[in-house]
């Protein structure tokens, strides 16, 4: 029998384990990014629904078009716009950031309007 050297088992073991944590680095940052990207939609939807609850009085293409502007100023790009009374609700779409852009967007949705609880008289609803 011949005796054989374990020579270099540890440089393969090192690089092996390094490969597993570039990888393992990679989906998390990944995952965080794609986190990132949905909660900036939501944020911006939430914005945008409140400048058009805002510009309600002023008619729907007012309140939409407010909504739009906000929506652009946040890298966001506005699906749809609807007011119903002096409410606006609002759905728009967040475009993954650079290398992630194959992963799609992030949809956001928002609904602002006065509080249906509030007093008549202060505008401040009663505490719950």
């Keep these: 029998m011949t005796g054989r050297s374990d020579a270099g088992a540890a440089t393969i073991a090192v690089l092996a384990t390094c490969a597993v944590l570039a990888?393992?680095?990679g989906v998390l940052a990944?995952?965080?990014?794609a986190t990132v990207t949905r909660h900036r939609a939501s944020l911006?939807?939430?914005?945008a629904a409140i400048a058009a609850a805002t510009h309600v009085s002023d008619g729907a293409a007012a309140a939409?078009?407010?909504a739009k502007r906000l929506l652009a100023a946040d890298g966001a790009?506005?699906?749809?716009?609807?007011?119903d009374g002096a409410f606006a609700l609002v759905r728009d779409r967040v475009?993954?950031?650079?290398?992630l852009d194959?992963?799609?967007?992030?949809?956001g949705v928002a609904r602002a309007g006065p509080d249906p609880d509030a007093e008549e008289t202060g505008g401040v609803a009663p505490p719950s």
């Design 23 to 25: 990888l393992v680095t």
């Design 30 to 33: 990944e995952l965080g990014l």
């Design 44 to 47: 911006a939807a939430d914005a």
């Design 64 to 66: 939409c078009a407010a």
């Design 77 to 83: 790009r506005l699906v749809s716009c609807a007011v």
């Design 95 to 99: 475009d993954a950031p650079g290398w």
């Design 102 to 107: 194959w992963a799609g967007s992030a949809a």
